[in-house]
């Protein structure tokens, strides 16, 4: 697994598009993802000079550097300063602020037990950190620099004497052992996936740390996920039960320790002047904002409501409805809030309706093709929508390059034709699977609901006397897991259809609290959910998609794919040793899972819709850096903008 895990195999629960969520399920970190090509003639230049400095390093098969990447490319030299898309000379200061949903009532992200507040990663460094403008690069943070084979065997991670906890302790290669330890042994079960192949970690004395990797293992993968890990404190967990969630705040090193807290209300993080590292070039120009605050509100109207009222200063609005209808207040009228619509250049997500195929019911995938015929997305977007959206079909939609289109290619087959005993025949004899396209003018499409009666008729279940479906004496029942009022319109129709179908269908609608916990025991039928997938996926996916987690309580894998075809294509993505090889397995990867309907696919927009008081600057105008706005990380407080706000009234 990757660095990119941070923020990839973060399930958000959509509400329409990803809103925020305060759920950590795989590996959080606080490094920025590596997601997106970055295709500039700048950066082309600037990789193939880090690319000499790179190989000039090169001794005796072992490189030493100040950075790394998948694929060997780095954009920023060792002697680099700061960031390209930063301000250097942003000023600190101020309260960014915006919302989260549901609740919380611990600060560990990192075990099963309770739910982590919003940002609760914030306390902790890591070894290495990425950057908005790569793809899948990481440079030294705690660590000034790494050492590792060709073959990426092995790493050894060189850590800075100047690295501290926020108790003033010093931060030692003892620590980065114990984390790894303490992630493995007792942190979320899906840690014992992720770091399976690392067969070593050792301290060489305080200040270097020895990774070793099982040598048939994704190694370009395991050495990225070594320097995207929490670093903990061993003394400060002397004391304490690394298991149990608590609400106090955790001994790390990073750059913002905890102002307040209200359990289930809100969470504040405030900037710590005496950070260790704020001056490293990978920190010039970012973290701006003296506090970072999260409200909490268990209805998506009620927060854009105390939004209206001052309650937060940042919103990206995911509710179309909203978006199109609701942004005419006056605080816009009178120009203290701005409302923008920014590029999003990022893969748009992998988001929909996911069946639980731990369920004998979901067994038979022309039952679950039949289900997603039930949802006319076409009627929801004109219906609801505003027509704002577009059909997701793909796990990569929007990436460019990653998503299977038409029937599969030579290089394709060549990946699939081993792997065909355990794949269904339409992956070789048709075209990569579409959702059909339906009457926006009725919600009830007859021929979509007598192509979906005929799927089911062919899997046995068939109508009986009381109009409901069933199979060896077993009705066909199902219910829709769903913890927002605001997502009942959605859903609503969809069991409509359903019922129409013969199929005795609910909309079960819960508290968030419930969700969570339902959620990470797979006590569900169906559940929205959403992945932001990475440009440059990896060993990961096996959270998501592999046969190792579709049992593992909390893991990411929340259909319960467990098959040795998907398996063997993960495995061929974790060890592709280029970029083109990635890119056909994973065209080949996306090919199979919309092949076998695990998922009933919602929709996309390729952009940002964000409203905020108008008292933040940034560094950019209108277009962000190529994987991220950087809101809360490269923004700042403009104290005159702020000012006049006060002066004016607006607070």
Same mark, same amino acid.
Request: no cysteine; glycine share 6%; aromatic share 12%.
């Given at each position: 697994?990757?660095?990119?895990?941070?923020?990839?195999?973060?399930?958000?629960?959509?509400?329409?598009?990803?809103?925020?969520?305060?759920?950590?399920?795989?590996?959080?970190?606080?490094?920025?993802?590596?997601?997106?090509?970055?295709?500039?003639?700048?950066?082309?230049?600037?990789?193939?000079?880090?690319?000499?400095?790179?190989?000039?390093?090169?001794?005796?098969?072992?490189?030493?550097?100040?950075?790394?990447?998948?694929?060997?490319?780095?954009?920023?030299?060792?002697?680099?300063?700061?960031?390209?898309?930063?301000?250097?000379?942003?000023?600190?200061?101020?309260?960014?602020?915006?919302?989260?949903?549901?609740?919380?009532?611990?600060?560990?992200?990192?075990?099963?037990?309770?739910?982590?507040?919003?940002?609760?990663?914030?306390?902790?460094?890591?070894?290495?950190?990425?950057?908005?403008?790569?793809?899948?690069?990481?440079?030294?943070?705690?660590?000034?620099?790494?050492?590792?084979?060709?073959?990426?065997?092995?790493?050894?991670?060189?850590?800075?004497?100047?690295?501290?906890?926020?108790?003033?302790?010093?931060?030692?290669?003892?620590?980065?052992?114990?984390?790894?330890?303490?992630?493995?042994?007792?942190?979320?079960?899906?840690?014992?996936?992720?770091? $399976?192949?690392?067969? *070593? &970690? /050792?301290? +060489?004395? @305080?200040? =270097?740390?020895?990774? !070793?990797?099982?040598?048939?293992?994704? #190694?370009?993968?395991?050495?990225?996920?070594?320097?995207?890990?929490?670093?903990?404190?061993?003394?400060?967990?002397?004391?304490?039960?690394?298991?149990?969630?608590?609400?106090?705040?955790?001994?790390?090193?990073?750059?913002?320790?905890?102002?307040?807290?209200?359990?289930?209300?809100?969470?504040?993080?405030?900037?710590?002047?005496?950070?260790?590292?704020?001056?490293?070039?990978?920190?010039?120009?970012?973290?701006?904002?003296?506090?970072?605050?999260?409200?909490?509100?268990?209805?998506?109207?009620?927060?854009?409501?105390?939004?209206?009222?001052?309650?937060?200063?940042?919103?990206?609005?995911?509710?179309?409805?909203?978006?199109?209808?609701?942004?005419?207040?006056?605080?816009?009228? $009178?120009?203290?809030? *701005? &409302? /923008?619509? +920014?590029? @999003?250049? =990022?893969?748009?997500? !992998?988001?929909?309706?996911?069946?639980? #195929?731990?369920?004998?019911?979901?067994?038979?995938?022309?039952?679950?093709?039949?289900?997603?015929?039930?949802?006319?997305?076409?009627?929801?977007?004109?219906?609801?929508?505003?027509?704002?959206?577009?059909?997701?079909?793909?796990?990569?939609?929007?990436?460019?390059?990653?998503?299977?289109?038409?029937?599969?290619?030579?290089?394709?087959?060549?990946?699939?034709?081993?792997?065909?005993?355990?794949?269904?025949?339409?992956?070789?004899?048709?075209?990569?699977?579409?959702?059909?396209?339906?009457?926006?003018?009725?919600?009830?499409?007859?021929?979509?609901?007598?192509?979906?009666?005929?799927?089911?008729?062919?899997?046995?279940?068939?109508?009986?006397?009381?109009?409901?479906?069933?199979?060896?004496?077993?009705?066909?029942?199902?219910?829709?897991?769903?913890?927002?009022?605001?997502?009942?319109?959605?859903?609503?129709?969809?069991?409509?259809?359903?019922?129409?179908?013969?199929?005795?269908?609910?909309?079960?609608?819960?508290?968030?609290?419930?969700?969570?916990?339902?959620?990470?025991?797979?006590?569900?039928?169906?559940?929205?959910?959403?992945?932001?997938?990475?440009?440059?996926?990896?060993?990961?996916?096996?959270?998501?998609?592999?046969?190792?987690?579709?049992?593992?309580?909390?893991?990411?894998?929340?259909?319960?794919?467990?098959?040795?075809?998907?398996?063997?294509?993960?495995?061929?993505?974790?060890?592709?040793?280029?970029?083109?090889?990635?890119?056909?397995?994973?065209?080949?990867?996306?090919?199979?899972?919309?092949?076998?309907?695990?998922?009933?696919?919602?929709?996309?927009?390729?952009?940002?819709?964000?409203?905020?008081?108008?008292?933040?600057?940034?560094?950019?105008?209108?277009?962000?850096?190529?994987?991220?706005?950087?809101?809360?990380?490269?923004?700042?407080?403009?104290?005159?903008?702020?000012?006049?706000?006060?002066?004016?009234?607006?607070?």
């Amino acid at each position: 697994m990757t660095l990119k895990s941070a923020r990839h195999l973060i399930p958000a629960k959509s509400r329409e598009q990803s809103a925020p969520r305060a759920k950590a399920i795989a590996i959080p970190t606080l490094a920025i993802s590596r997601r997106w090509l970055f295709a500039s003639a700048f950066a082309i230049a600037s990789v193939f000079a880090a690319e000499r400095l790179w190989a000039q390093e090169a001794q005796d098969g072992v490189i030493k550097s100040h950075g790394i990447s998948s694929f060997g490319e780095l954009k920023y030299p060792a002697d680099f300063k700061h960031w390209d898309y930063v301000n250097p000379d942003a000023p600190k200061g101020g309260e960014y602020s915006t919302w989260a949903f549901g609740t919380f009532d611990s600060l560990t992200p990192y075990i099963l037990k309770g739910n982590a507040a919003a940002g609760a990663t914030v306390f902790y460094d890591t070894l290495m950190t990425g950057n908005l403008d790569e793809p899948d690069s990481m440079y030294g943070l705690v660590a000034e620099s790494v050492e590792y084979p060709e073959n990426r065997e092995w790493a050894i991670f060189n850590l800075r004497p100047e690295a501290k906890f926020r108790d003033g302790s010093q931060v030692t290669a003892h620590d980065v052992v114990f984390s790894f330890e303490k992630l493995f042994n007792e942190g979320q079960p899906s840690y014992r996936v992720a770091l $399976k192949d690392f067969e *070593k &970690v /050792e301290a +060489l004395d @305080d200040f =270097r740390v020895k990774y !070793t990797f099982n040598p048939e293992g994704p #190694l370009r993968e395991l050495l990225m996920t070594a320097a995207g890990l929490p670093i903990f404190s061993k003394a400060y967990y002397e004391t304490r039960d690394f298991t149990e969630s608590s609400l106090e705040p955790p001994m790390g090193s990073g750059q913002y320790e905890l102002l307040s807290v209200d359990p289930g209300q809100s969470v504040a993080y405030k900037r710590r002047d005496d950070y260790w590292g704020k001056d490293l070039p990978v920190n010039v120009g970012q973290n701006n904002f003296d506090v970072i605050k999260f409200e909490y509100f268990a209805d998506y109207t009620t927060a854009f409501e105390a939004f209206k009222a001052g309650s937060y200063s940042y919103r990206e609005e995911s509710l179309s409805k909203l978006w199109a209808t609701s942004y005419d207040f006056p605080a816009i009228d $009178k120009g203290w809030v *701005k &409302v /923008e619509t +920014l590029p @999003d250049g =990022r893969p748009s997500g !992998t988001q929909g309706f996911w069946f639980n #195929l731990r369920r004998d019911k979901f067994s038979d995938p022309r039952v679950r093709e039949a289900i997603g015929l039930a949802f006319n997305f076409e009627w929801s977007n004109e219906s609801l929508f505003y027509g704002l959206y577009d059909r997701t079909d793909s796990f990569w939609e929007n990436s460019g390059t990653l998503q299977a289109e038409g029937m599969p290619s030579e290089a394709e087959l060549a990946l699939l034709e081993p792997l065909r005993a355990d794949l269904p025949e339409t992956v070789f004899t048709e075209p990569a699977f579409v959702p059909d396209v339906q009457k926006a003018e009725d919600l009830a499409d007859r021929r979509a609901l007598r192509k979906a009666g005929k799927l089911l008729d062919d899997a046995g279940w068939e109508v009986g006397a009381d109009g409901i479906r069933e199979k060896d004496g077993e009705k066909l029942t199902i219910q829709v897991l769903n913890d927002s009022a605001s997502f009942d319109r959605i859903i609503n129709p969809m069991i409509e259809n359903l019922r129409r179908l013969g199929i005795e269908a609910d909309a079960t609608r819960v508290d968030a609290a419930e969700s969570q916990e339902r959620e990470k025991n797979f006590d569900f039928d169906i559940v929205t959910q959403r992945f932001s997938m990475s440009s440059t996926p990896g060993d990961e996916l096996r959270t998501i998609f592999g046969s190792e987690t579709a049992n593992t309580p909390g893991s990411a894998n929340m259909a319960g794919i467990a098959n040795p075809a998907v398996d063997a294509l993960i495995e061929k993505i974790a060890t592709a040793e280029s970029r083109e090889e990635l890119t056909v397995a994973t065209r080949a990867l996306d090919r199979v899972l919309r092949s076998m309907h695990v998922w009933i696919p919602q929709w996309y927009k390729g952009a940002h819709n964000i409203a905020y008081l108008d008292m933040f600057a940034r560094p950019y105008t209108d277009t962000p850096p190529p994987f991220g706005m950087g809101t809360s990380s490269i923004w700042w407080y403009d104290e005159e903008k702020a000012q006049a706000l006060k002066e004016a009234g607006a607070f």
